[in-house]
């Protein structure tokens, strides 16, 4: 009698346990309409993730690739429309210090024809230079970079942002 109790505590106590560990789980997977940062795999990612936790916006390290990582080879950063641009601008202005090839900052909508509703909320840090160059986007200078530190409002940011495409035009 005793171990049958024992028995059914132990089950319900088990599946208490796993409810309540799936319903945190949620934390550890954004949402599609949280901000989120995306790191390439680079020996100093792991510093830089800890300044985005600080931040509160989740960050993930993607997988090392096959060939070894270089800052010439990953100098674009992709952001969506929809990052909240004052952690934009700082992150942004702070990864130069951990990515220091970055040269390339463009929106993911005009990355590709059809982006996906996520990557309106995602930060993407060391992509390839080539999705850089294809999207016709023209190098950041430091002046750049310094100018995010000045970032008041989403529309001056999304215009520094659309200065920096070959063919941009106003309101693009």
């Known amino acids: 009698m005793y171990q049958k109790k024992l028995k059914k505590t132990t ?19 954004p949402s599609d309409e949280s901000p989120n940062v995306s790191l390439t795999y680079q020996q100093d990612a ?10 509160k916006i989740p960050v993930r390290i993607l997988k090392p690739e096959p060939l070894p990582y270089t800052d010439n080879a990953h100098a674009t950063v992709w952001i969506g429309r929809n990052f909240p641009y004052e952690k934009g601008a700082e992150l942004i202005f702070f990864a130069k210090n951990y990515y220091k090839g970055i040269k390339y900052i463009g929106f993911f909508e005009r990355k590709t024809k059809f982006p996906k509703e996520k990557e309106n909320y995602q930060l993407r840090i060391g992509a ?29 940011f999304q215009e520094l942002i659309l200065s920096h495409y070959k063919n941009s035009k106003p309101g693009n």
């Open 128 to 156: 390839a230079t080539e999705e850089g160059l294809k999207a016709d986007l023209k190098p950041w200078s430091a002046g750049d970079f310094e100018a995010l530190k000045n970032i008041k409002s989403n529309q001056e």
């Open 46 to 55: 792991y510093k830089y993730s800890i300044l985005v936790q600080d931040e």
């Open 11 to 29: 089950v319900l106590l088990s599946i208490i346990f796993i409810q309540l560990s799936f319903s945190n789980c949620r934390s550890f997977f």
